[in-house]
């Protein structure tokens, strides 16, 4: 997983959600973001997706579910229609219901409206409505789109033995419930104590109650990253998050995101982002 390829999308509408829709462009490199992203295919001769190392060619009405730290494409696709709802990870992380549908889910990435016509039809009126909602000028809007996914997700859930026999190639199989929820507990502490001085994996092995080579290779097979590269990730993102605040210096936000040095900070931020601290602050302003 290249952090180069890493999708800036800084949910600057709203904290929760962002939508795009009516695009021309008929491709999109292979990258990957910390946040969810729903695609209701729209119409056209061809829409074809890659999601990690598989290929789908995807017809009118179908549901693309890409879940936060995964590796995808669009290939070639007519997007004009289509309609593509993101949703950051902070819902997912706020609520244990929401991350275990996830946990249970993350080897689905699409719900074909030839197999589950119903289904399909069913999300596919909950994505029109998240739509509609995000476009209007409620005040409350943010609210009621959170609602919204919610009962996608729990339509999800609702259907889980109609969906089980696409979950044969489960991920994650080694990974039980209880020790998931372990994880996302250690990851929970460390997003909420980023200057911390001792992040190590062999204290967070600790907290989990496991060994540190079990958590090294759970962590992974999780997160998709070693701990080392997804704790940098975490740390980029929250510096990213304290750019927008103009009374705070870089070594301040480097110290405030855990960063030692704001020469580790200024290396790790370029590695990421492709572009400086400073320049990323600027393009704020841009």
């Not at 889980?160 to 199989?173: F, P, R, V, W």
């Not at 060994?211 to 990253?225: C, Q, V």
């Not at 480097?254 to 040095?261: T, V």
């Amino acid at each position: 997983m290249d952090p180069s390829q890493y999708e800036t999308f800084p949910f600057q509408t709203t904290h929760a959600f962002n939508l795009a829709t009516g695009s021309e462009e008929r491709t999109f490199p292979s990258h990957w973001h910390s946040f969810g992203e729903i695609i209701l295919v729209g119409p056209g001769e061809k829409n074809v997706y890659k999601i990690g190392q598989k290929i789908y060619n995807l017809v009118e009405g179908d549901i693309v579910l890409i879940w936060p730290m995964e590796i995808h494409e669009i290939v070639d696709a007519d997007r004009t229609c289509s309609i593509i709802l993101q949703f950051s990870n902070a819902i997912a992380d706020a609520v244990f219901d929401f991350k275990r549908i996830i946990h249970y889910y993350h080897n689905l990435h699409v719900i074909c409206i030839n197999n589950h016509r119903e289904l399909a039809l069913k999300l596919g009126e909950i994505a029109h409505k998240m739509r509609d909602t995000f476009r209007s000028n409620k005040n409350n809007k943010e609210i009621l789109c959170t609602k919204l996914l919610f009962d996608f997700m729990m339509l999800l859930d609702d259907h889980k033995q109609e969906l089980s026999g696409e979950l044969t190639d489960n991920y994650y199989t080694s990974v039980t419930d209880e020790l998931f929820f372990k994880m996302v507990k250690v990851t929970d502490y460390i997003k909420n104590n980023l200057t911390d001085d001792n992040l190590t994996q062999s204290e967070m092995a600790k907290k989990a109650g496991i060994s540190k080579d079990y958590f090294s290779r759970i962590f992974k097979e999780i997160t998709g990253l070693n701990y080392n590269k997804w704790l940098n990730l975490i740390r980029v993102e929250k510096a990213a998050e304290l750019m927008s605040n103009d009374g705070m210096s870089l070594t301040e936000i480097a110290m405030l995101s855990g960063f030692q040095s704001i020469s580790s900070f200024n290396r790790v931020f370029k590695e990421q982002k492709n572009m400086s601290p400073s320049e990323y602050r600027a393009s704020f302003s841009a």
